[in-house]
Nanobody, 115 residues
């Protein structure tokens, strides 16, 4: 059974940086496009960034130029480097396949941007 384990979330001040990690167990990692999603209270889950197995990336307009997604296929891990964080980035961040989320969601990791 494939499992997703996210980590790296924290409380950070506006303008700060964080690096999130998602370890994927199972054999899907090298096959699928992976993505980071986020869900803020009272809002729909949104796709933040995605990366193909070959390394091509795409970003939501709201994070373009501030966030960078990467993957280490040898470690079955996908990363999200987040810079210049804003209060509106506050959310639970989760990873999954894209464009469809084919794996059971993990717990996610909480990112809170506040002074």
């Amino acid at each position: 059974q494939v499992q997703l384990v996210e980590s790296g979330g924290d409380l950070v001040q506006p303008g700060g940086s964080l690096r999130l990690s998602c370890v994927v167990s199972g054999s899907i990692f090298s096959i699928y496009t992976m993505a980071w999603y986020r869900q803020a209270p009272g809002k729909q889950r949104e796709l933040v960034a995605r990366i193909t197995k070959g390394g091509s990336t795409a970003y939501a307009d709201s994070v373009k130029g501030r966030f960078t997604i990467s993957r280490d296929n040898a470690k079955n891990t996908v990363y999200l480097q987040m810079n210049s964080l804003k209060p509106e980035d506050t959310a639970v961040y989760l990873c999954n396949t894209a464009p469809g989320a084919y794996v059971d969601w993990g717990q996610g990791t909480q990112v809170t941007v506040s002074s």
